[in-house]
């Protein structure tokens, strides 16, 4: 695990929070804040990321773990809204929410797992991409909605 790091995305409210915490705690070196991205960018460390964390709890569609299951990245979230229908346990460390130390132990833990384990990274890494084009590409978008326009027509 010697020499991997947090790379934190986003330029939300809590980032000057964010990085002063992280001085304080002397970890510096261990994590890097790259503030907003362009999409291309983003998609590139998505593509070479062990995981994303993605935290949120008021996010109700969780497009970021998505767009990283597409991409071969494993995902660790809270089993809520959205992300939660989007994931399963093969691809993702799904947290239960509740409250914040159990929430901070279960990304944690699930933080330590891909970061020791390569299999893991790739083998959820895998599944996720399988998971993301074989439910929600636009290509299975369209099946479903023709199914259900055959449904609907067969009642008239």
């Not at 970890?27 to 949120?56: C, K």
């Not at 959205?82 to 901070?104: E, K």
């Not at 590409?137 to 449904?151: M, V």
Request: positive net charge.
């Amino acid at each position: 695990m010697t020499g991997q790091r947090l790379i934190v995305i986003g330029s939300g409210r809590q980032l000057a929070a964010a990085r002063e915490r992280a001085r304080e705690l002397g970890l510096d070196e261990q994590i890097e804040f790259q503030g907003s991205l362009p999409r291309e960018q983003l998609w590139e460390r998505f593509r070479t990321a062990r995981g994303l964390v993605f935290s949120s709890v008021r996010d109700t569609s969780g497009n970021a773990a998505l767009e990283a299951m597409a991409l071969a990245c494993p995902v660790l979230c809270f089993c809520h809204q959205g992300v939660a229908w989007m994931t399963d346990d093969t691809c993702a460390f799904r947290i239960p929410p509740g409250g914040w130390d159990a929430s901070v132990e279960g990304f944690a833990k699930g933080m330590m797992k891909l970061a020791a384990d390569d299999s893991m990274v790739e083998a959820m890494g895998k599944h996720g991409r399988i998971r993301a084009m074989v439910e929600f590409s636009w290509d299975a978008k369209i099946h479903k909605i023709e199914g259900i326009y055959q449904r609907v027509a067969r009642f008239r």
